[in-house]
Nanobody, 120 residues
Framework: QVQLVESGGGLVQAGGSLRLSCAAS????????MGWFRQAPGKEREFVAS?????????HADSVKDRFTISRDNATYYTIYLQMNDLKPEDTAVYYC????????????WGQGTQVTVSS
């Protein structure tokens, strides 16, 4: 099992910034990729960004490119961040930290989620 603890959500005005953090523990040796999904009220969960364990492969959804940046703590390897700049009301959602193990093709561990609310 992998345990994920997220932090950093909150309320911010449009145009503002927030940084989310996610620390993984447990079977971290089996982590292949970590990332973020989000789910807005009444909408399906959507991919936001992900980063490989090596830190080399990085992906961002088109909707957040140039505004959000995923990164990894190079000291701990298993803590990731999502820097969110120029936030918009449509970014309001619960943000989930996720892990894909090396033996699966899906994100098989999910955090409890952290609320991000952007006011206009």
């Amino acid at each position: 099992q992998v345990q994920l603890v997220e932090s950093g959500g909150g309320l911010v005005q449009a145009g503002g910034s927030l940084r989310l953090s996610c620390a993984a523990s447990g079977r971290t040796f089996d982590i292949y990729r970590m990332g973020w999904f989000r789910q807005a009220p009444g909408k399906e969960r959507e991919f936001v960004a992900s980063i490989n364990w090596s830190g080399i492969g990085i992906w961002h959804a088109d909707s957040v490119k140039d505004r959000f940046t995923i990164s990894r703590d190079n000291a701990t390897y298993y803590t990731i961040y999502l820097q969110m700049n120029d936030l918009k009301p449509e970014d309001t959602a619960v943000y989930y930290c996720v892990v894909r193990s090396s033996t699966t093709g899906v994100y098989n561990f999910w955090g409890q989620g952290t609320q991000v609310t952007v006011s206009s």
